[in-house]
């Protein structure tokens, strides 16, 4: 969809000003979803179990290494190498968890 200009949305008749707005809506929400594999979200909840404060969840971001069980350390260890942002995915879903919505959509694998 192409941006309008200042000086087209000026010109703008009501209708054109919904049409609009509903494409842009459409654009935002047709973006791709982020996603994390279920094996790696059921590792960081096993990692979060029992936080309660936003601070906690903060301080799990940077010990995700400390937290996962010692038999997933691996399978954790080989999922960060090989995606690319895998610890920006994690810190994301971690921080969903704390805030209670999902911004890490959790699909199989």
């Avoid at 609009?20 to 909840?45: H, M, R, V, W």
């Avoid at 404060?53 to 399978?75: H, N, R, S």
Wanted: with cysteine.
């Amino acid at each position: 969809m192409k941006k309008a200009t200042e000086k087209e949305k000026e010109a703008m008749n009501a209708t054109e000003w919904v049409d609009y707005y509903q494409a842009c809506e459409t654009e935002l929400f047709n973006q791709p979803q982020l996603t994390i594999p279920k094996s790696i979200a059921d590792t960081l909840d096993i990692a979060i179990k029992g936080l309660t404060e936003f601070e906690d969840y903060l301080w799990a971001v940077d010990e995700f290494d400390a937290l996962v069980p010692y038999d997933k350390v691996e399978y954790f260890r080989k999922w960060s190498n090989e995606e690319m942002n895998a610890h920006a995915l994690a810190v994301l879903y971690v921080t969903g968890k704390a805030l209670g919505v999902d911004l890490v959509k959790v699909v199989e694998g």
